[in-house]
């Protein structure tokens, strides 16, 4: 089954990680947010393969590993495997979006992949 360009989807979200990291010993939190956000891109994007990026991880782990950010926007890319031996076909790339506010913020779906 060939892979088509509907498959390739790009999207924007905003997850509420003070909710995720509640009532949670405070040297677990910072992992604990880390693997919330690749619990909630698999959930979202339906692929088990899910990748952080690095600008992300240290926003996450920028006040240490007790004082975890409230929100983060991330954008969540869909993208062919290129590994030949790989069990999934596609993953899931996380990235950092710096924002100023959350205020009014929606998911948003990207068209105009490059």
């Known amino acids: 089954m060939a892979k088509t360009k ?6 924007d979200y905003t997850i509420h990680l003070s909710k ?10 910072a992992p ?7 619990a909630f891109a698999t959930k979202a994007m339906n692929t088990k393969d899910v990748r ?3 600008a992300l991880n240290k926003y ?5 590993i007790k ?6 926007r991330v954008r ?3 993208k062919i495997n290129d590994d030949e031996e790989a069990d999934e076909k596609l993953y899931t790339l996380a990235q950092l979006i710096e924002v100023d506010s959350f205020k009014g913020l ?9």
């Open 67 to 72: 004082n975890v950010p409230t929100r983060v």
């Open 76 to 78: 969540l890319s869909r």
């Open 32 to 38: 604990r947010a880390v693997k919330e956000i690749k």
């Open 52 to 54: 952080i990026d690095s």
């Open 20 to 29: 995720r990291v509640h009532k949670l010993q405070f040297k677990r939190r």
């Open 6 to 11: 509907t498959d390739l989807v790009t999207r």
């Open 60 to 64: 996450i782990w920028k006040q240490g």
């Open 106 to 114: 929606q998911t948003e779906e990207k068209t105009d992949e490059a």
